[in-house]
């Protein structure tokens, strides 16, 4: 299976500060990654497909970027619905797989 | 707009079968611009996607390695909604269960269920 990483594990951050969060896999991805945004007690949400496609109705302050085995997932004005778990999930071969997950708080 | 609502009980003993339901509005399960997902979530093992179904001219499956073998999911065309059964379950697969919908079939999520927290114990 293909494994996912994820630095730094949790970051703890202001409103209106930049932040950026990274990805690994074990292989080469191409650009079949995806980024998702949980809050605690709901299902994940889609934010980003394509490595760098922003899904529908995602704030443009979410932004990604990379290919192959390296992956950044940006927000460039932290916001306070912003507090929330971020996760990168590969779709380049099965089983699909997800990192572990980076928090990002209020500091 | 698509909504996914689960339902299944919460509480499964160890060694029977785990059984959950996702009940699609907004978009129909035997459309040929969807694959439908099961995916669970535990402290222990993260996100972790188990299988999806979806329709091209026939029913098609499948599935992680992890739980093949002991996982079967299959749509039901009369009541638009597919579904979850994973036999022999453990303490291990204690976890929330999530139904969900990937538009493209290239394996990533873009509409989710409630999500279902499934406890094993006896």
């Known amino acids: 299976d293909i494994q996912m990483t994820q630095s730094p594990s949790s970051v703890s951050a202001s409103v209106g500060d930049r932040v950026t969060i990274t990805c690994r896999a074990s292989q080469d991805m191409n650009t079949w990654i995806g980024w998702y945004q949980q809050k605690p007690g709901k299902a994940p949400e889609l934010l980003i497909y394509a490595a760098s496609t922003l899904h529908t109705g995602v704030p443009s302050r979410f932004s990604g970027s990379g290919s192959g085995t390296d992956f950044t997932l940006t927000i460039s004005s932290l916001q306070p619905e912003d507090f929330a778990t971020y996760y990168c999930q590969q779709y380049n071969s099965y089983p699909f797989t997800f990192g572990p997950g980076t928090k990002v708080d209020i500091k | 707009q698509v909504r996914l609502q689960q339902s299944g009980p919460g509480l499964v003993k160890p060694s029977q079968t785990l059984s959950l339901t996702c009940a699609i509005s907004?978009?129909?399960?035997?459309?040929?611009?969807?694959?439908w997902n099961w995916i669970r979530q535990s402290p222990s093992r993260g996100l972790e996607w188990l299988g999806r179904?979806?329709?091209?001219?026939?029913?098609?499956?499948d599935y992680a390695g992890s739980v093949k073998g002991r996982i079967i999911i299959n749509a039901d065309t009369s009541k638009n909604q597919f579904s979850l059964q994973l036999f022999s379950v453990t303490p291990e697969d204690t976890a929330v269960y999530y139904c969900?919908?990937?538009?493209?079939?290239?394996?990533?999520?873009?509409?989710w269920g409630q999500g279902t927290l499934v406890t094993v114990s006896s």
């Open positions: 179904t979806y329709y091209r001219s026939e029913w098609l499956n």
């Open positions: 907004g978009h129909s399960v035997s459309s040929n611009s969807a694959a």
């Open positions: 969900a919908r990937d538009t493209t079939i290239m394996g990533y999520f873009d509409s």
